[in-house]
C-alpha cells in the first residue's frame, strides 16, 4: 500500500496563513468599497470644486448644524454676505481657529464688518467680523462625517491612513516572498 505524502510543517504554516488572508482580505475589501473609496471620492471632488470641508465640534449651530457635522465651505467674496448666512471666518478673539456662525448684521462704517450669532447662542458675538476674516459660506452639510474627519486629523490620519497600508503591505510581500523561497528551495534543504 502507497502512503499518501506527508504535510510538511512549512506546508501546514503555509496553509494557515492562507486561510488568515481569506479570513481578512474579503472584510477589508468590503470596507475599502464600501467606505474609504466614497469617502475619498467626496474629500477629492470637494477639494477640485475649491470647497473646504470644516467639522462641527461645538453646538453653538444646532440644530442647523449638529456637532459632528460636516460642513462644506465654498469661497465667497465679503461685499455679497448677507445678513442671515452662516459663513466661516477666522475667529476674531482666538487667532487661529476657525468658527461658522449666521451673519446677523452687517457694518460699513470705518470698514466692512459683520456682526455674527450662532443659532443656539443666546447673545451674539462679542467681536465684530472683519471682511478679510471671512473665509466662506457654507453650501451644505453632512450630518456624522465630521467625527470622521476630526478623528484622521494629523497624526492619527497619517497612522492610519498610510503607516498602517503601508505596514500591511510590506508584510504580505515578505510573506509572499518567504513562500516563493520555500517553494523553490529543494525538499531537504534547510531554507
Known amino acids: 500500500m502507497i502512503e499518501p505524502p506527508r504535510e510538511t510543517p512549512a506546508a501546514r504554516t ?8 481569506a479570513l481578512v482580505t474579503l472584510p477589508l475589501a468590503v ?29 453653538s449651530m444646532s440644530p442647523t448644524y449638529p456637532v459632528g457635522s460636516l460642513l462644506v465651505v465654498g469661497a465667497i467674496d465679503a461685499s455679497e454676505v448677507r445678513p442671515g448666512m452662516a459663513v466661516t ?8 481657529r476657525l468658527v461658522t456662525h449666521r ?9 466692512l464688518f459683520f456682526e455674527t450669532k450662532g443659532d443656539a447662542n443666546a447673545a451674539q458675538d462679542a467681536f ?3 471682511a478679510r476674516s471671512i473665509r466662506g459660506r457654507v453650501l451644505w452639510h453632512v450630518p456624522v462625517l465630521g467625527y470622521a474627519v476630526d478623528f484622521l ?6 497612522i492610519l491612513l498610510v503607516v498602517i497600508p503601508a505596514a500591511a503591505l510590506a508584510t504580505t510581500e515578505l510573506l ?5 523561497r520555500l517553494r523553490s528551495s529543494p525538499a531537504g534543504a534547510a531554507p
Open 14 to 21: 503555509a496553509g494557515r496563513w492562507r486561510s488568515f488572508g
Open 103 to 111: 451673519v446677523v448684521r452687517v457694518r460699513e462704517a470705518d470698514g
Open 176 to 180: 509572499a516572498w518567504r513562500r516563493r
Open 153 to 158: 486629523q494629523w497624526p492619527r490620519g497619517f
Open 128 to 130: 465684530p467680523v472683519p
Open 31 to 59: 470596507l475599502v468599497i464600501a467606505v474609504v473609496l466614497p469617502f475619498t471620492t467626496f474629500v477629492v471632488a470637494s477639494w477640485l470644486a475649491g470647497w473646504q470641508l470644516q467639522p462641527v465640534l461645538t453646538a
Open 89 to 96: 471666518f477666522d475667529d476674531p478673539g482666538r487667532p487661529g
